[in-house]
Nanobody, 125 residues
Framework: QVQLVETGGGLVQAGGSLRLSCAAS????????MGWFRQAPGKERDFVAA????????INAGSVKGRFTISRDNAKNAVYLQMNSLEPEDTAVYYC??????????????????WGQGTQVTVSS
């Protein structure tokens, strides 16, 4: 089992940057592909980015490609989401996710095995 705790959310102006962190506890962090999802008010939870177990490959949703970067530090049991050029449309609760499936598979929400509690990101115009 894995416990996930996100930090780093907040309020930022459009065009600004934020870095989200997710600390994982439990066994065998490297058994899991890791990712980020987000959920805006009144909308479904959507895939943002995922990274492979070794951290050598990642996948981004089209809406964030070129602006967001996912990374992980397996020595620290942590995963990060660097968000640049933020837009008001990026406003949402961001959730850290872990999956025993592949990074590609966890782009589909049903393949996520564990969730964090979420952290709010608000981008003002």
């Amino acid at each position: 089992q894995v416990q996930l705790v996100e930090t780093g959310g907040g309020l930022v102006q459009a065009g600004g940057s934020l870095r989200l962190s997710c600390a994982a506890s439990g066994r065998a962090f490297t058994n899991y592909a890791m990712g980020w999802f987000r959920q805006a008010p009144g909308k479904e939870r959507d895939f943002v980015a995922a990274i492979t177990r070794g951290g050598l490959s990642s996948i981004n949703a089209g809406s964030v490609k070129g602006r967001f970067t996912i990374s992980r530090d397996n020595a620290k049991n942590a995963v990060y989401l660097q968000m640049n050029s933020l837009e008001p449309e990026d406003t949402a609760v961001y959730y850290c996710a872990a999956s025993l499936a592949s990074a590609q598979a966890m782009t589909i929400i049903k393949n996520v095995d564990y969730w964090g509690q979420g952290t709010q990101v608000t981008v003002s115009s």
